[in-house]
């Protein structure tokens, strides 16, 4: 992740809970006091985000004497118990940082935990797990870089790096075939190298995209399982295939039994409970 983004995006949310002053410590806390902390998982999961909590204290710390002693990298499987890593620092500085760090942390650990449950099923498959564009807003490349971790594939990032043909794109454009074409007359207008994928919702729209061509990727959106297996057969490796629509832990084995290049599951951003890590007195 760029660090200048990560420097601005923390330090919006450090203001976004300080503002006028931490009163709580100021209140009862001497400014100089120094005290040690550390961060201890409380549940088994991923680990996922440590540069970005570190970065919170580093931030928070105007005088530079905020120390930290990492033990855990991002990626590693954790268990209850497990010490993560020590601060030691102003004691006002550490509590200011504390509840921003953890939320930072905590979220990308459960996404990472939550998407690497969904790779284990597809061990050993064709198929990739895609995450989407259902993400908390200013939050997207931390919870992309956190299904990463996981083991998952990020598509694309935003509106501006790959095309993508919806329905309501088609719908609008005058359907698929406008769609398509228009498109690809755009991209060869103002000289743009950029994938094209495009949704379809069953066989007679299938059936038109393959007609047309001039596409990168065909997403069979809400398809059954039985029906999935007999597109991609179809389609035949001409194009590279997706699969997305409510598909979810159960039937995630089912829908990859197809053979689908990808499948897309917005859960993995959007359904997420935080995985449980705790700042303690050390």
Do not use: W
């Not at 806390?29 to 088994?44: N, S, Y």
């Not at 459960?110 to 064709?126: F, R």
């Amino acid at each position: 992740m760029n660090n200048e983004y990560l420097r601005k995006h923390i330090s919006n949310a450090l203001e976004e809970d300080i503002q006028s002053g931490d009163f709580s410590s100021i209140a009862c806390i001497a400014p100089d006091a120094q005290r040690k902390v550390k961060l201890i998982a409380k549940q088994e999961g991923i680990l996922c985000g440590v540069d970005v909590f570190c970065m919170v204290f580093e931030l928070m710390d105007s005088q530079h004497d905020i120390k930290i002693e990492r033990f855990i990298e991002d990626g590693t499987v954790v268990k209850k118990g497990d010490l993560v890593l020590k601060i030691s620092g102003n004691a006002r500085n550490i509590l200011g940082a504390e509840r921003t760090a953890l939320n930072y942390i905590q979220l990308m650990s459960g996404i990472a935990t939550t998407t690497s449950k969904y790779v284990n099923i597809l061990q050993g498959m064709h198929t990739k797990l895609l995450d989407t564009r259902k993400t908390t807003p200013g939050l997207r490349l931390l919870e992309k870089y956190a299904v990463k971790v996981g083991g998952g594939t990020n598509h694309r990032i935003g509106l501006f790096d790959m095309i993508m043909l919806k329905d309501n794109h088609i719908d609008f454009a005058g359907g698929i075939t406008n769609a398509i074409s228009k498109t690809n007359d755009y991209l060869k207008k103002n000289n743009l190298d950029l994938k094209i994928e495009i949704e379809v919702r069953n066989f007679e729209e299938l059936d038109e995209v393959l007609k047309c061509g001039n596409v990168d990727r065909i997403m069979l959106d809400n398809f059954t399982p039985e029906d999935l297996k007999k597109a991609v057969k179809i389609i035949d490796d001409r194009y590279e295939t997706e699969a997305s629509g409510g598909i979810n832990f159960q039937t995630l084995k089912t829908y990859a039994e197809s053979n689908v290049d990808f499948i897309s599951v917005g859960a993995l951003t959007h359904h997420i409970s935080a995985m449980d890590l705790s700042l303690i007195s050390d």
